[in-house]
């Protein structure tokens, strides 16, 4: 068979839109939950590297636990906030070695 440039249009431009039939596009919403509870993961994990306990992981702390109440609430604009300043916290602490 002798693929012409019509025949190739028409190939790859039916296969295009098939292709962009099946990709679903995450909603902002989604967006933002699936970055929050990403975020959420890594902060955990490290935060449980972390060996020691005082005022500066306190702080780290209660952003976590914030992040997961506003996540619970269905907060995410709040719950994205909350993870990023933990951390945030976490890069510094490490950075400056508090932690």
């Given at each position: ?45 490290e935060?449980?590297k972390i060996?020691?306990s005082?005022?500066y ?13 506003f ?12 993870v ?15 932690i």
């Amino acid at each position: 068979m002798i693929l012409t440039a019509a025949k190739a249009t028409v190939f790859y431009g039916s296969l295009h839109a098939n292709a962009a039939i099946q990709v679903k596009k995450m909603t902002i919403e989604e967006e933002l939950r699936s970055e929050t509870e990403k975020w959420l993961q890594k902060a955990v994990a490290e935060r449980a590297k972390i060996k020691v306990s005082n005022d500066y992981t306190k702080n780290i702390d209660a952003y976590i636990s914030d992040s997961f109440h506003f996540m619970k609430k269905n907060d995410l604009v709040h719950a994205f906030e909350a993870v990023i300043w933990a951390w945030s916290w976490i890069e510094i602490g490490k950075e400056q070695k508090i932690i």
